[in-house]
């Protein structure tokens, strides 16, 4: 029972987390940041976020502005599901790299 509601909590904040990050970096051309994995702990206080950003060039400094603006995120994403949850849970984000390392063994593949 607990783990299909934080399975349906994943996907609510995944979503709500990727039109955020669309409607912020609109402004950067050529930037795209999109939410490949969410997981919530067992009490839903803490949501750990895996992000995928294209180019993966500008990966370390996005991460880093996006956690700096981790508390203003939050409260967006608060204002977007602030009917659904009655605590919104502390954000965590991380760089998903396992398309890197997927192309990077096609690459080794291909030799």
């Given at each position: 029972?607990?783990?299909?509601?934080?399975?349906?909590?994943?996907?609510?904040?995944?979503?709500?987390?990727?039109?955020?990050?669309?409607?912020?970096?609109?402004?950067?051309?050529?930037?795209?940041?999109?939410?490949?994995?969410?997981?919530?702990?067992?009490d839903?206080?803490?949501?750990?976020?895996?992000?995928?950003?294209?180019?993966?060039?500008?990966?370390?400094?996005?991460?880093?502005?996006?956690?700096?603006?981790?508390?203003?995120?939050?409260?967006?994403?608060?204002?977007?599901?602030?009917?659904?949850?009655?605590?919104?849970?502390?954000?965590?984000?991380?760089?998903?790299?396992s398309?890197?390392?997927?192309?990077?063994?096609?690459?080794?593949?291909?030799?």
């Open positions: 029972m607990q783990e299909t509601r934080q399975n349906r909590i994943s996907r609510l904040l995944q979503k709500e987390l990727a039109s955020i990050f669309q409607s912020q970096t609109r402004a950067l051309h050529g930037v795209l940041v999109s939410v490949t994995r969410v997981r919530i702990s067992p839903l206080s803490i949501c750990t976020a895996y992000l995928s950003i294209f180019p993966s060039e500008k990966g370390e400094e996005l991460l880093k502005n996006i956690n700096a603006n981790e508390k203003t995120i939050r409260y967006d994403l608060g204002q977007r599901v602030h009917n659904q949850l009655r605590i919104i849970p502390e954000l965590r984000f991380f760089i998903d790299d398309l890197d390392y997927i192309e990077r063994i096609d690459e080794l593949l291909k030799k």
